[in-house]
C-alpha cells in the first residue's frame, strides 16, 4: 500500500479546545475516570425509555444532582465548587480533594460532562499516534478509517508528539462520551491510569506495538524475528562489521528488534560490539547523526540495520554527502516500506509491515468489543516479509 493523503476527509485531526477540564492542568486523572464510570453505570441502570402505548408505572422522576448538593455535602459554598471541578489550580489540595469526593458521592456530573450522557453511542473512535508526521502510521491510519468508515464510524486522531495538556485533552473526550472506543499505536496511554481504572474505560485496542502490562487485545508483527531475518540476509551476503541504528530505548518495538540484531550476530559466532549500536528517533536527522557515529569508529560498519525506513533513508542521505556509494561501500536496510523507500535512490531493502492490515484488524477487533464480544487479551502476531532492493549486496 502507498502513503496517500486520499480517504482522509473523515479523519479530524485532534485540536485542543475550551472544553471541560482542558485548563484543569492539576485536576486528578483519577477522579475523572471514576466519574466517566459512574456516568456509565448510571446509563446502564437507568430505566428503558416507555414504547409507544405503554403505560409508565411510576410518576416519580429522578432528580440529577445539582452544585449546590455538592457545596452542601463538602461544606464548602457553590463558587468554591465550580472553582476546584473547572479551576482546580485556584483552590487548595485539600479543598480540590473534599470537593471532587462529594462531587463523587453525590453523583454530581458537570452539564458538559453530562451532554453526552443520553446518546448510546458517538459513532466516534480515537486513534492515539505517537508522532502524526511519521509517514509509517499513515496507512495503518487508513487500514482503521476505512474500516470504521465501513460500519459509520468516524475517526478522531490524537497526536502525542507536540500536543500540550494532551492528559486532559484526552480525558475531556472520554468523560464526556465523545467517543466509542481507542485505538493505541503506541505502548501506553497518554493518561495515568491503573489496570482497574482502565476496566472503566471504553473499549481500547493496540495496534504496531505491544504492551502485555495493558492487558489488551494487540495486532502487530513479531519484530524480533523480522530483525533477525534482515540480520541473516545481511550475514549470508558476508558481511561482519554491521552497525544498527536503534529507536528509543523505552519503545517495546525497538528493543525486540534490537534483540533480533544482537541475536543474530550471537548465532553467527560474532561478538556484540556496543559501539557499532546508536539510537535515533525515528527521524531522518536521527539516521544521519547515528550513521556519522557508527561511521567513526575504527573499523566502520559495512553494513547498517536500521529501526526504520525513515532513519535509513536519513542514514542513505549521510552516506552519499560523504562521498560513500550505497551499496557498494555501505549496505542499508529498513524497516517499515514506507512509500519513500521504494523511490529513493537506490531504493532502499527493507522489512515489510502489512500496515493497512494491521489498522484494519484491530479496528475490527474494536468493533467487536463495542458490539459486547468476549475479546481476549494478547498477541494477534501479522506475516512481515523482506522486501530486496538495491540499498544491498553482497561484499565482494
Not at 99 to 106: C, F, H, K, Y
Not at 154 to 183: P, R, S, Y
Not at 289 to 310: G, I, R, Y
Amino acid at each position: 500500500m502507498k502513503d496517500s493523503p486520499h480517504d482522509a476527509r473523515r479523519i479530524v485531526k485532534l485540536k485542543i479546545h475550551h472544553t471541560f477540564y482542558e485548563n484543569s492542568v492539576t485536576a486528578s486523572t483519577h477522579y475523572l475516570i471514576k466519574m466517566f464510570s459512574m456516568s456509565v453505570t448510571r446509563d446502564r441502570s437507568a430505566p428503558a425509555v416507555p414504547r409507544r402505548g405503554e403505560r409508565v408505572k411510576s410518576n416519580k422522576q429522578v432528580t440529577a444532582a445539582t452544585m449546590k448538593d455538592v457545596a452542601l455535602k463538602a461544606k464548602v459554598s457553590t463558587a468554591t465548587v465550580s472553582r476546584a471541578l473547572m479551576n482546580p489550580d485556584k483552590v487548595s489540595q485539600s479543598t480540590r480533594s473534599r470537593v471532587e469526593q462529594a462531587a463523587l458521592e453525590v453523583g454530581y456530573f458537570p452539564q458538559s460532562m453530562g451532554r453526552n450522557v443520553k446518546r448510546n453511542e458517538s459513532r466516534t473512535i480515537l486513534v492515539i499516534v505517537p508522532d502524526i508526521c511519521d509517514p509509517f502510521f499513515s496507512e495503518i491510519i487508513r487500514g482503521i478509517e476505512v474500516t470504521a468508515a465501513e460500519q459509520g464510524y468516524l475517526v478522531l486522531i490524537g497526536d502525542c508528539a507536540h500536543q500540550n495538556q494532551k492528559e486532559k485533552t484526552f480525558l475531556n473526550l472520554i468523560i464526556t462520551k465523545q467517543i466509542d472506543g481507542m485505538v493505541l499505536l503506541s505502548s501506553r496511554l497518554p493518561f495515568d491510569a491503573s489496570v482497574e481504572e482502565q476496566r472503566n474505560l471504553p473499549p481500547m485496542v493496540m495496534s504496531n506495538e505491544f504492551a502485555p502490562e495493558l492487558e489488551l487485545p494487540t495486532e502487530h508483527i513479531d519484530n524480533l524475528t523480522a530483525a533477525f531475518n534482515a540480520m541473516n540476509y545481511l550475514l549470508d551476503l558476508g558481511h561482519k562489521r554491521i552497525g544498527c541504528i536503534a529507536g528509543p530505548e523505552d519503545m517495546p518495538l525497538c528493543h525486540y528488534r534490537l534483540q533480533g540484531y544482537v541475536q543474530a550476530l550471537r548465532r553467527s559466532g560474532i561478538v556484540v560490539d556496543p559501539h557499532y549500536i546508536a539510537r535515533g528517533d525515528f527521524t531522518f536527522e536521527a539516521g544521519a547523526n547515528a550513521l556519522k557515529q557508527l561511521l567513526e569508529q575504527p573499523l566502520p560498519p559495512t553494513a547498517v540495520f536500521c529501526h526504520s525506513d525513515v532513519m535509513a533513508l536519513g542514514a542513505l542521505s549521510w552516506a552519499k554527502r560523504q562521498g560513500l556509494k550505497v551499496p557498494d561501500d555501505l549496505s542499508i536496510i529498513g524497516f517499515d516500506n514506507i512509500a519513500l523507500a521504494e523511490f529513493c535512490d537506490p531504493p532502499l531493502t527493507t522489512v515489510a509491515q502489512p500496515r493497512f492490515d494491521i489498522g484494519r484488524e484491530a479496528m475490527l477487533l474494536l468493533l467487536d468489543q463495542m458490539q459486547g464480544q468476549n475479546v481476549s487479551s494478547g498477541s494477534r502476531l501479522m506475516d512481515c516479509e523482506l522486501i530486496i532492493r538495491g540499498s544491498t549486496r553482497a561484499l565482494p
